[in-house]
Nanobody, 125 residues
Framework: QVQLVESGGGLVQAGGSLNLSCAAS????????MAWFRQAPGKEREFVAS????????YSAESVKGRFTISRDNAKNTVYLRMNSLKPEDTAVYYC??????????????????WGRGTQVTVSS
């Protein structure tokens, strides 16, 4: 079983950047497809980006394509989300997720077995 802890969230002005990290323990992340999701108040959890086991392939939601970059460092058992050109509509709690059997383009939350508790990202206009 893997435990995930997100960090790096905060308050930023529109147009700014943030770097999120997701540190894992309990198992090697090499075995898991990794993804970031987000959930804004009153909305469903939505897919942001995912990355293959090796980190060689990534897939992003259209709403963040060209602005957000997912990456992973298996040696450090950590996944990252670099967020640039942030917009107020990016405000949400951001969650890290791990799926052992998930396809690398899996966009539904049920494809991922393990979740962190989330980190708040707030973008002011």
């Amino acid at each position: 079983q893997v435990q995930l802890v997100e960090s790096g969230g905060g308050l930023v002005q529109a147009g700014g950047s943030l770097n999120l990290s997701c540190a894992a323990s309990g198992d090697s992340l090499r075995r898991y497809t990794m993804a970031w999701f987000r959930q804004a108040p009153g909305k469903e959890r939505e897919f942001v980006a995912s990355v293959t086991l090796s980190g060689g392939g990534t897939y992003s939601a259209e709403s963040v394509k060209g602005r957000f970059t997912i990456s992973r460092d298996n040696a450090k058992n950590t996944v990252y989300l670099r967020m640039n050109s942030l917009k107020p509509e990016d405000t949400a709690v951001y969650y890290c997720a791990a799926g052992m059997g998930a396809r690398w383009r899996a966009v539904t939350p049920r494809a991922y077995e393990y979740w962190g508790r989330g980190t708040q990202v707030t973008v002011s206009s």
